[in-house]
Each structure stands twice: as structure tokens, then as C-alpha cells.
């Protein structure tokens, strides 16, 4: 089966899509985020590293036979560099419980890279969760006197 497209767009546009993707439990959009590229990476959380779309695939299939993953990102930060773009997010995910719908956080790493279909996920490396938002550590700019 051929893969949807996606337009060329930028990487915080396939970003978009990967996220919508993952919260409508769509296979097909999901790895139409993904390059074409043998040495993809994928890390969930907790989990192996899984290289190459037969391994992507088949790790989101399995996610997607549980229901969707309602996962957001925020407070992105972006390090552009060309034809590679680095995004480092704080996932939020809706987890159920048995005291109704929970947050957890996930800090998650994505790598996209232009290709000649435009802008494609190569890494998604996602740690553990956690139940409080993590705290950002920023170094402070010495000031000049």
C-alpha cells in the first residue's frame, strides 16, 4: 500500500501531522511522517531502539491495537541546521486511570530531515514518563559588566 502524502511544508508541519496522526491512531498517516530511509529511528518509552519501517511500523500497530495515544507537544525548541531539523518537546499525555483521565510527560527528541518529498521524520526517541512536567534547566547568559 502506498503511503499518503504529505505537502513538502516544513518540519513543524510534519510535525503536526505526526502528532495528529498518533491522537487518530492512522497507521498510514503516521508513517507517511516517516522518510523513506532503511536506518529510521524509533525509541518509545522504557523501550528498544527499533530501526528501519517494518520495526516503526509494527511497534505503532501495536500501540494502535490499545486505541490512540493522546499525546501533545509543548514548549518545543528547535534547532534548525539546513536540511536537518532537531525539535526537543515535552509530550503531554492523557493516561487513563482508574481515577478518570491522568497527565504524564514524556520528553521526547524528533529529528526531521529535508528529503526530495519534503520534510521527514529519521529519529523519535521518547523517555519515560512521568507524572509532574519536568523542569526546564536553562544556563543562565553571564552578564557583561
Known sequence: ????????????DTEAAFYDALQHA?????MACWADEDDIVC???GGPR??????????????????????????????????????SVVERVAVMSDDG??????VATNVYAKTAQGWR????????GMRTEPP???TAKPVLH
Open 50 to 87: 527499533m530501526v528501519g519501517h517494518a520495526a516503526v511500523r509494527s511497534a505503532f500497530e501495536a500501540m494502535f491495537s490499545n486505541g490512540s495515544v493522546q499525546a501533545t507537544p509543548e514548549k518545543v525548541r528547535r534547532l534548525d541546521a539546513g536540511a536537518c531539523s532537531v525539535h
Open 136 to 138: 526546564e534547566i536553562l
Open 121 to 128: 521524520m529519521v529519529a523519535h526517541h521518547a523517555s519515560p
Open 101 to 106: 483521565f491522568q497527565h504524564a510527560w514524556v
Open 26 to 30: 492512522d497507521i498510514e498517516r503516521l
Open 1 to 12: 500500500m502506498r503511503k499518503p502524502k504529505l505537502p513538502p511544508g516544513s518540519p513543524d
Open 43 to 45: 525509541v518509545h518509552p
